[in-house]
């Protein structure tokens, strides 16, 4: 079945700076990519997803780009800020085209 | 428009009793998918339905575990005979009738299952 690796687990960076999450799938079906967003205690929200049929997209601070030849997306986040710090989650369709498989979520602090 | 619904959203019970966990979808949305998270760890999906089908339950344990989505009311994830590895936070999404493609998948607040 689909597997999904992320990397790294954490990540700490100060308040402006870039940060770039890893994300590696294996089932080359997969057509959709989402990226989550999860406080302490609360649901995953969904922050911004990728299709495969583009290579990347942007939403204001945040950005993913997708390689499906590479089977890698990413999502990038400029000039952090204190509020973004979260555990961020990828995600890839499964096999069944339904379910989505999820990685194991970065810890991302960011320190002001 | 509501968000996905969960209730409880805190639920104890005791080795070998049965724990219920109800999810209501976002209004339109007629797929709910059950995905459970143990600490500090990530989503792992158990269970896709439809209403009055299960779609797919590849990720649920074959015993003690079972859901349901009936044509009217809520989706229910059971556990029966809970024993300590089932404390974890469950969620549910949903998602709206899609073509071909996925379609973006809602979480609820979850249910944090605690076995004592």
């Known amino acids: 079945g689909e597997n999904v690796e992320q990397h790294p687990s954490t990540l700490s960076v100060q308040e402006g700076d870039s940060a770039v999450i890893k994300c590696t799938y294996s089932?080359?079906?997969?057509?959709?990519f989402p990226w989550y967003k999860q406080e302490l205690g609360k649901r995953p929200q969904l922050i911004i997803d990728?299709?495969?049929?583009?290579g990347e997209k942007k939403d204001q601070r945040i950005a993913v780009t997708l390689n499906k030849t590479a089977k890698h997306f990413s999502l990038h986040i400029t000039e952090t800020q204190p509020e973004d710090s979260a555990v961020y989650f990828c995600?890839?369709?499964?096999?069944?085209?339904?379910?989505?498989?999820f990685g194991k979520g970065t810890t991302l602090s960011v320190s002001s | 428009n509501a968000g996905v619904m969960q209730n409880p959203r805190h639920l104890v019970r005791r080795r070998g009793q049965e724990a219920r966990l109800r999810c209501s979808p976002m209004?339109?949305?007629?797929?709910v998918y059950w995905y459970r998270q143990l600490p500090e760890e990530g989503l792992k999906f158990m269970v896709y339905?439809?209403?009055?089908?299960?779609?797919?339950e590849s990720g649920m344990p074959k015993e003690r575990f079972s859901a349901e989505f009936p044509k009217e009311g809520p989706s229910i994830l059971r556990i029966q005979q809970v024993v300590r590895g089932d404390s974890a936070a469950y969620f549910c999404?949903?998602?709206?009738?899609?073509?071909?493609?996925?379609?973006?998948?809602?979480f609820g607040p979850g249910t944090r299952l605690l076995v004592l």
């Open positions: 999404a949903s998602s709206p009738p899609g073509g071909d493609s996925q379609e973006t998948q809602y």
């Open positions: 990728i299709r495969s049929n583009v």
């Open positions: 339905l439809q209403k009055e089908n299960i779609i797919d």
């Open positions: 089932d080359s079906a997969s057509n959709y």
């Open positions: 209004k339109g949305h007629s797929h």
């Open positions: 995600a890839a369709e499964g096999q069944a085209g339904t379910a989505l498989i």
